[in-house]
């Protein structure tokens, strides 16, 4: 599972990586809670979208879809900042 | 020519170190090696100033100071009375001072017997031609009578050149500044 | 063209002649001049270069590594305590394997302030990841200027070539000039391995670095020091190939055959040089190796010149303050520690504050150097030469 490293000789010249490589790097098995979206109750109003740090609230067209679990850390933002009076995302926890 | 060392004395504003450049550069035009370069201290208008120069016809290698220069040129006949002008200077050295006085006047005020002193009247020409007390382009066709250091003619097309490099719009300063270069180079005295 | 130049003037006619992308400067005596007339050439539309006037040296580094970063040829000019503002700036310039090139002029470093010359400055920053180069007179400023261009670009490290503050900074001596249109042909145009310009291949700089890869990029930059000295005799050739005038890693001057050395940098080399002249007239066998390229240290280079005469005083114009005397003589010291043909060595700091060092001085030194030779003992390693009440 675990990938070897490069020696010096195979690392490019000048401390340079390519960019947007965090797409590499697949954070939802970081989460030990999980934000449940319910399409009944949003607004679309987006707040879960400005706030939240991983670019994991899916969206097209305006319109919220559901949550990317492939990036999602469960961090639970997306549900603080969803309006009391919609509560459109609630956390649960990840244990099976 | 085997290395010829020359030291300025001047006051503050008074062109020791341009009048160093302008001589150096003119030497540089006439296939020569040279150095030159001032004693930098505290910069203040009126206190006694160095400029050297070293001109030779094989490359110079020592960044060391002038200690035993063969030619003094003194801008300020006032510094006499309180800085040691002939210092270093050998035997068969020369002595060329701004001043009013005679040759053998000069002589007598620095106490030299074998070394050679010469003297022109650099500030009344630079006043009277210039309107202005700078004795310093004058004193350059004085040094050129005393020394042959350069033949006289390409030594003032050089300075011409680069004077008019510094002052562009100003055409009567350069005629000026060449015109005193020929007269003190006329009036030298020994 | 054959032209009377100081040494300032004939690092900003290098500069002019290379054109630079970008030049990003703060004024500092005794530089300024380098600054003041390239910002004229500037102005006169003499160059294309983007010209950044920033408002210190800390920020004319930064944005020299920004700009060097995005793929352009960048220069910038400074001394003393610019450098030292500048210095944590440096190793990122290093890190990031970014060519910058300084026209730096050796100034002592406060306290006491002074402007005048010792090397104290670039010996403070000898340690970050910077090529150095410190040149004799205003002829070797000027060839070094344009030469380090294209060493620090094919080696992918910045460099700094270096005069001494006012001797040759200020002093005018006579320098011939390489064609203007010469000078971007030996230097063609910087080839790039990335460009934080190039948005089609967008790439991340200078990232945060841990225990995990840290270690691997400064071995990569140690490298690039390693393999740096052939580029830099490939470009010496080069440049005298074509203009005429050789320089080598390490100058050594009448050393076959000689008893005692001297080894120095800077103008003293040529004092020395003058020095050497005399004493040989006299039949004494003195040599100089005038260390020019001093990082990455040449050992082998300097090996090979310190191990033909039996004694080598070693002068330095700073001092480590660590007791152990100046940075060429730990140096050099160092290097001959495995060699089977050790001289017998003494450290002279000499000329701190720019200190005048005349040719009877350095005469008088040789002399020590022979009394040494036949007593065979150094009765003090390191002597501070020059300074009264010793």
Redesign the interface.
């Known amino acids: 599972m675990k990938k070897e490293?490069?020696?010096?000789?195979d690392?490019?010249?000048?401390?340079?990586?390519?960019?947007?490589?965090c797409l590499n790097f697949e954070t939802g098995d970081w989460r030990s809670e999980k934000p449940i979206w319910d399409s009944e109750k949003c607004t679309h109003c987006l707040l879960c979208w400005i706030y939240c740090p991983d670019s994991s609230i899916i969206v097209k067209d305006g319109k919220v879809q559901g949550i990317d679990y492939k990036y999602c850390k469960g961090c639970g933002i997306c549900a603080e900042e969803c309006p009391p009076k919609v509560k459109a995302i609630t956390m649960v926890r990840e244990e099976k | 020519m085997a290395l010829l060392e020359i030291r300025w004395h001047g006051r503050g504003g008074q062109g020791a170190k341009t009048a160093?450049?302008l001589i150096?550069?003119a030497?540089?035009?006439t296939?020569?090696?040279?150095?030159?370069?001032?004693e930098?201290g505290p910069e203040r208008m009126g206190a006694p100033v160095f400029a050297f120069n070293r001109i030779a016809d094989e490359?110079?290698?020592?960044?060391?100071?002038i200690?035993t220069p063969q030619i003094v040129v003194v801008l300020d006949p006032t510094l006499m009375e309180t800085v040691d002008v002939t210092e270093g200077l050998p035997e068969d050295g020369v002595v060329l001072v701004n001043s009013q006085k005679s040759a053998e006047e000069i002589k007598k005020q620095l106490g030299l017997t074998s070394q050679k002193v010469y003297v022109v009247d650099a500030s009344k020409i630079s006043k009277e031609i210039l309107d202005r007390d700078l004795p310093n382009t004058p004193m350059l066709g004085a040094l050129i009578k005393a020394s042959r250091l350069l033949e006289f003619e390409p030594m003032l097309a050089s300075v011409q050149n680069r004077l008019k490099k510094k002052f562009p719009n100003r055409p009567e300063v350069v005629q000026g500044n060449i015109k005193a270069i020929k007269r003190a180079y006329e009036e030298v005295g020994v | 063209m054959?032209?009377?130049r100081t040494g300032n003037e004939a690092m900003a006619e290098a500069m002019r002649q290379i054109n630079p992308d970008v030049v990003a400067a703060y004024p500092i005596t005794p530089a300024t001049e380098i600054v003041q007339l390239f910002s004229k050439f500037v102005n006169d539309g003499l160059v294309d270069t983007e010209f950044v006037p920033v408002e210190s040296e800390h920020s004319a580094c930064s944005a020299c590594v920004g700009a060097s970063a995005s793929g352009a040829r960048v220069m910038t000019s400074t001394s003393s305590q610019g450098l030292a503002l500048m210095h944590e700036i440096l190793f990122i310039a290093a890190?990031?394997?970014?060519p910058i090139t300084i026209c730096l002029v050796n100034r002592s470093l406060s306290s006491p302030i002074n402007?005048?010359c010792d090397h104290s400055d670039t010996m403070a920053s000898r340690d970050a990841g910077w090529l150095q180069i410190y040149t004799?007179?205003a002829q070797e400023a000027y060839d070094t200027t344009i030469q380090l261009v294209k060493i620090a670009e094919q080696a992918?490290l910045p460099g700094i070539a270096s005069t001494?503050a006012?001797?040759?900074s200020?002093?005018?001596?006579?320098v011939e000039l390489i064609d203007d249109k010469e000078v971007p042909k030996f230097l063609g145009e910087r080839k790039l391995?990335?460009s934080l310009l190039d948005v089609d291949n967008?790439?991340?700089?200078?990232?945060l670095?841990l225990q995990?890869?840290f270690?691997?990029?400064k071995?990569?930059e140690i490298?690039?020091m390693d393999n740096v000295l052939p580029i830099i005799e490939k470009v010496q050739k080069e440049f005298g190939d074509k203009f005429g005038r050789y320089y080598p890693i390490v100058d050594e001057y009448k050393m076959d055959d000689a008893e005692v050395a001297i080894l120095v940098m800077g103008?003293?080399g040529?004092?020395a040089?003058?020095t050497v002249e005399r004493m040989r007239e006299k039949g004494k066998k003195v040599g100089l190796v005038r260390a020019r390229v001093y990082r990455p240290f040449p050992k082998d280079a300097m090996t090979k010149a310190l191990s033909k005469p039996k004694v080598v005083g070693v002068m330095d114009r700073s001092d480590t303050m660590s007791t152990l005397g100046g940075h060429l003589y730990n140096d050099a010291r160092s290097i001959l520690y495995k060699s089977d043909k050790q001289p017998l060595m003494k450290n002279y700091i000499y000329g701190l504050g720019g200190r005048?060092?005349?040719?009877e001085e350095i005469e008088a030194i040789y002399g020590q150097l022979f009394d040494i030779q036949k007593s065979g003992e150094v009765d003090k390693d390191v002597v501070y030469f020059g300074v009264r009440g010793e």
């Open positions: 490293k490069e020696g010096w000789k690392l490019p010249i000048g401390l340079v990586l390519g960019a947007a490589t | 160093a450049l150096g550069d030497a540089v035009e296939g020569k090696y040279i150095q030159a370069f001032p930098y490359p110079i290698l020592q960044h060391c100071g200690k | 054959i032209v009377a890190g990031l394997r970014l402007i005048h004799e007179n992918l001494d006012f001797i040759i200020h002093g005018m001596e006579r391995n990335y967008p790439i991340t700089l200078g990232p670095d995990d890869y270690f691997e990029h071995r990569s490298d690039a103008s003293t040529g004092t040089k003058v005048d060092i005349s040719i």
